[in-house]
Each structure stands twice: as C-alpha cells, then as structure tokens.
C-alpha cells in the first residue's frame, strides 16, 4: 500500500462508475451498483461524504470506498460509516483501515461526537479490524423497517 491515498470523490467520472461496477458486487450480492446519477447525488450530496482509496502505482485504480454521512441531531453532530469495501485483490493491505481512519478524521473535523457503522457478523476480517480501530460494539437493538415501494 506504498502509494494507495485516501480523498474524497468529487465528480462522478467514468473510472468511478467503473469501480462501483466492480467493489459493489463484493459489497452485496442483493443490491446493483449505483447508476452514474446516485453516484452524483451522494458526491454533491450536503450529507455525505464518498471516500475513495486510489492506488497511484497502478494508474490511480479505485481499490476501495466508503461513505461517511453526518448529521445534526439536538444532542449533537452524529456520523455514520456505510458501505464499506475493498476489492478482493487488496484486501489485508491496510486499504480498509486507512479508509476507516480517513472518515473518522473527516468526522471529528464536522464536529461528530460519535461514529457508528454495522457489520455483518459473517464479515470476520472487518469486525476484526473495527475492534482494533477503536469501535466497541455496543449493547442496542438495530430495527429496519422496509419501506414499501410504489
């Protein structure tokens, strides 16, 4: 990971739609990749953040992603990390913990008190790496409603 630098994706380019056709399935077998237009809503989006991980030594190469997104809430600034990936090919390299590392200093700087993510418990390497950033796992119940669509 000599030359691999973590920035924010600020325009939706070719290269960056290719990449999501790529790290998504990795992601989720269940959802598709995000079309050119959802990439664009959450790179201009005032809540979110899309981090990228790029490798420069071969020729800038997207080897990974996230999204931070920030809100206020009346107790505060919160944070979320969401979507978390890197490709199969750079994983163990330390891709997804200067990925992590990044967004929680993007976090500190909106004025975040916390920073939550999820993860599937079957995603061993990533719980591994969450517990030795720093993220405790915390004692709550996680609800989702599916909102029906149509």
């Known amino acids: 990971m ?3 630098e973590v920035v ?4 939706v380019t070719l290269q960056l739609v290719a990449a999501f056709e790529r790290l998504t399935p990795q992601l989720s077998s269940s959802n598709p990749p995000p079309t050119e237009d959802e990439l664009a ?6 809540a979110s953040i899309l981090l990228i991980a790029v490798d420069h030594d071969e020729d800038d190469v997207i080897l990974g992603s996230l999204t931070l997104a920030w809100f ?3 107790t505060g600034v919160r944070a979320w990390i969401e979507d978390v990936v890197v ?5 163990g390299k330390g891709v997804g ?3 992590n590392l990044h967004a929680i200093e993007r976090a500190r ?3 975040a008190k916390t920073v939550d993510l999820t993860s599937r418990p079957k995603r061993e390497a990533a719980n591994r790496l969450y517990q030795r950033l720093g993220f405790e796992q915390r004692d709550t119940n996680v609800y989702r409603y599916n909102v029906p669509q149509g």
């Open 87 to 91: 490709d199969d090919a750079a994983r």
């Open 72 to 74: 206020r809430i009346p």
């Open 41 to 46: 809503a959450i790179v201009d989006g005032e």
């Open 109 to 111: 700087l909106l004025g």
């Open 2 to 4: 000599s030359n691999v």
């Open 97 to 99: 913990a200067a990925l």
């Open 8 to 11: 924010e994706a600020t325009e």
